[in-house]
């Protein structure tokens, strides 16, 4: 994280103030964790989200707000720097958070963003800190529709993937705020693994790699055809950048079979436009829930 002046972030609100939130008829209760995560972005030295809380809506009841407290009953904020949580990293938002028994059928992040101020959310750049922003994003923050259950005396833990290459938009001609869209992924944890590896000198030198900015794109299902990320399928549902030793790491997917590709022009990805971009190694690669799987692109 980077050196910052941060509220310290305790806990979240009284057990009373969930009572009077939750359906009062329930017969019990479980916990709920939340994680952060990011698929990474070119040419970003930090994107740092501010944090403020999370709305949840249960499926009998209007939805209410869960936000963040210090341990003298004050608003905090939780801020993070997606780019340090790559690959299997996470930051929690939430920790075994108590909720009444029974399904949920959104929730959202409550954030804190300013088209014109970099006091909260910012992306750090080589030309320097940017705003970033969500369009609404102090009212209605980022929603994710993937239900949930609560089960009594049960405990589930989920983590949310940033895509960043393709949530972050350029600033336009009258700004130099970013644009952060909301393109997020939640996976329930114990459903999940990784894959990891490296790249050998022998893809890196191969003549299709003409550029020098590497990525791992990552495809749902076999043997599908790799594209750029343009929001048309065959879209990628996550990405990964190379360490200095040439490593890279994907984290939270789904236990199933993914399509795994290598690119030299990352950099050359707009996130706005279709755009041709030369593929290598293109490769099937099968994700074990609670494992973490080996391919190198050699």
């Known amino acids: 994280m980077l050196n910052q002046p941060i509220t310290r972030f305790f806990s979240l609100l009284s057990f009373a103030l969930l009572l009077t939130a939750c359906d009062s008829s329930s017969t019990g209760t479980g916990k709920l964790s939340l994680n952060i995560t990011d698929a990474p972005v070119d040419s970003a030295l930090a994107v740092v989200v501010a944090f403020n809380g999370v709305s949840i809506k249960p499926e009998s009841d209007p939805a209410y707000d869960i936000d963040f407290v210090d341990d003298n009953g004050d608003p905090a904020i939780k801020m993070i720097d997606l780019l340090s949580q790559q690959g299997p990293n996470s930051e929690p938002l939430l920790v075994n958070y108590v909720l009444a028994a029974g399904h949920y059928e959104w929730m959202r992040l409550k954030v804190l963003t300013s088209e014109t101020s970099s006091d909260y959310s910012y992306i750090d750049r080589d030309d320097g800190r940017h705003p970033l922003y969500v369009p609404s994003g102090d009212q209605t923050g980022l929603k994710l529709n993937r239900g949930f259950d609560i089960t009594d005396g049960g405990a589930v833990s989920f983590t949310i993937d940033f895509d960043l290459r393709k949530s972050v938009l350029m600033p336009n001609m009258h700004s130099d705020a970013y644009k952060l869209k909301p393109t997020l992924?939640?996976?329930?944890?114990?459903h999940v693994g990784h894959i990891s590896g490296n790249v050998g000198p022998a893809t890196l030198s191969d003549t299709a790699?003409?550029?020098?900015?590497?990525?791992?794109?990552?495809?749902?299902?076999?043997?599908?055809?790799?594209?750029?990320v343009d929001g048309v399928e065959p879209d990628p549902i996550t990405t990964?950048?190379?360490?200095?030793?040439?490593?890279?790491?994907?984290?939270?997917?789904?236990?199933?079979?993914?399509?795994?590709?290598f690119t030299c022009e990352a950099n050359n990805d707009n996130n706005e436009t279709n755009d041709v971009i030369n593929f290598i190694g293109t490769t099937s690669v099968t994700v074990i829930a609670g494992a973490t799987t080996q391919y190198n692109f050699n």
């Open 185 to 190: 992924r939640m996976v329930q944890n114990d």
């Open 209 to 228: 790699c003409i550029g020098s900015d590497y990525a791992v794109y990552v495809f749902a299902g076999d043997n599908v055809t790799p594209d750029d």
């Open 240 to 261: 990964a950048l190379l360490s200095n030793s040439n490593a890279y790491a994907v984290g939270f997917l789904d236990a199933g079979i993914y399509t795994l590709s």
